[in-house]
Each structure stands twice: as structure tokens, then as C-alpha cells.
């Protein structure tokens, strides 16, 4: 099974950067995803890993360490559209993916 | 590309009342996910089918739940008799190959309320 955490909430101002850590437990590892939900929508698909290093996409990144089970999506230059909750997923073997809580951004003026 | 489709939006429901969502994927994809997401969680998977074959039910509560997927592309998911436990957002979701990130791409949802 996987056991997937990330903090509940984070706030930053506007033009700033945050950082979304998110910590896992897998019995089958077959890549990281990160997604974006705004309230009442569906989640977006952001960046996937699969091997160690930085995905640069934009104004987002994304960071995998397989050895040490943890991951982190970057959000640089941060704007007002950027609040909502972000949600890292693992996939296993099997193709699945096991969803943590998310972790509500709110961007402040 | 036109995106996963998903009827209703909303639906407001007694318990013990039956109530059933649609779904219709993208086209071509042949994965398609059912998701229960309750206030303040993560989606947490109920079926997944490949094509019009059943993949994984395993947290599909079997005895008020049941999903199908005709012809290998709309499904529906049924609840019968709902319980206040199921108010939650029911997204479903489809994927194919894309490269190798076989990412999912979700629905809008349909937002259940149980009372």
C-alpha cells in the first residue's frame, strides 16, 4: 500500500515561492505525480517524476529522491490564480495512484 | 481534444435513495478510474477498468456500489441504498500512453450530497 503525507496549508505573498513537500511509503514505485485542484474543479495534471533529479516546467518544479521517499513541487513567482490545492499522487506497479490530503496554497496580495 | 465529461454536476439525495453518475471519457483512452473524494481528502480510487473489463474493485464497497462500462467507453456508477457517508465528489477520470507518462485526466466531478 502507500502511505502519502503533505501539509495541510501553506500561505505566501504574491511574487514569492513556495515549496510543497510531500513524503511517501510504497510497495511498488512507478513514478510521482503532482496536480493542481482549484475548489469545486478537478485536478489538473502538473509534473510527473520517475527518476531522481529537478523537472523544470515554467514557473513550476518539481523534485523526486526515490532513496530517501520525498518529493517537493516548487511554485516561483507566485500569482493570485496559483491558490488552490496541490495533491501528490504515487503510482505504483500496477499503474494506480494513491492520493495524499493535498496541501491548500493561499496567495496573499 | 474534448475533456472527460461527467453528468450530473450536482445531486442532492435522501439516504437509502439510489442515485447514478455518468461518465464519458476521452475518446480513444482505454483506462477509465471512478474516484470518491471526501471535503478536505485526496481521491481516493474505487474501480478501474480497462476497456469493458473490470481491473481493480478493491475498495469498491461491493454491497451498495456497482459500476460498468459498456462497449468499452461511457460507465456509470450506481449507489444503492446511499448512506450520509457517501456525500463526497465522484470523479472519474481516463487515460491512455502519452509518451511514458500515462498521466490521467479528470473529469469535473459530481458533487453528492447525502442527508
Known amino acids: 500500500g502507500q502511505n502519502i503525507d503533505q501539509p495541510t496549508e501553506m500561505t505566501a505573498t504574491e511574487g514569492a515561492i513556495v515549496q510543497i513537500n510531500c513524503t511517501y511509503q510504497t510497495s511498488g514505485f512507478n513514478g510521482l505525480f503532482w496536480y493542481q485542484q482549484h475548489a469545486g474543479e478537478a485536478p489538473t495534471f502538473l509534473s510527473y517524476n520517475v527518476l531522481d533529479g529537478l523537472e523544470e516546467k515554467g514557473r513550476f518544479s518539481s523534485f523526486l529522491s526515490r532513496s530517501k521517499g520525498y518529493s517537493y513541487l516548487l511554485l516561483k513567482e507566485l500569482q493570485m490564480k496559483d491558490s488552490a490545492s496541490y495533491l501528490c499522487?504515487?503510482?505504483?506497479?500496477?499503474?494506480?495512484?494513491?492520493f495524499g490530503a493535498g496541501t491548500t496554497v493561499t496567495v496573499r496580495a | 481534444e474534448a475533456g472527460v465529461a461527467q453528468s450530473p454536476r450536482y445531486k442532492i439525495i435522501e439516504k437509502r435513495q439510489s442515485v447514478a453518475f455518468w461518465c464519458n471519457p476521452i475518446s480513444g483512452h482505454a483506462t477509465l478510474y471512478w474516484y470518491q473524494q471526501i471535503l478536505g481528502q485526496g481521491p481516493k480510487l474505487l474501480i478501474q477498468?480497462?476497456?469493458?473489463?473490470?481491473?481493480?474493485d478493491s475498495q469498491l464497497p461491493k454491497d451498495r456500489f456497482s459500476a460498468e462500462r459498456l462497449k468499452g467507453v461511457d460507465s456509470t456508477l450506481k449507489i444503492q441504498p446511499a448512506k450520509l457517508e457517501d456525500s463526497a465528489v465522484y470523479l472519474c477520470?481516463?487515460?491512455?500512453?502519452?509518451?511514458?507518462?500515462?498521466?490521467?485526466?479528470f473529469g469535473p466531478g459530481t458533487r453528492l450530497t447525502v442527508t
Open positions: 499522487a504515487v503510482r505504483s506497479n500496477d499503474y494506480k495512484l494513491s
Open positions: 477520470a481516463s487515460s491512455a500512453l502519452r509518451g511514458v507518462i500515462y498521466e490521467q485526466y
Open positions: 477498468f480497462q476497456n469493458n473489463g473490470v481491473v481493480d
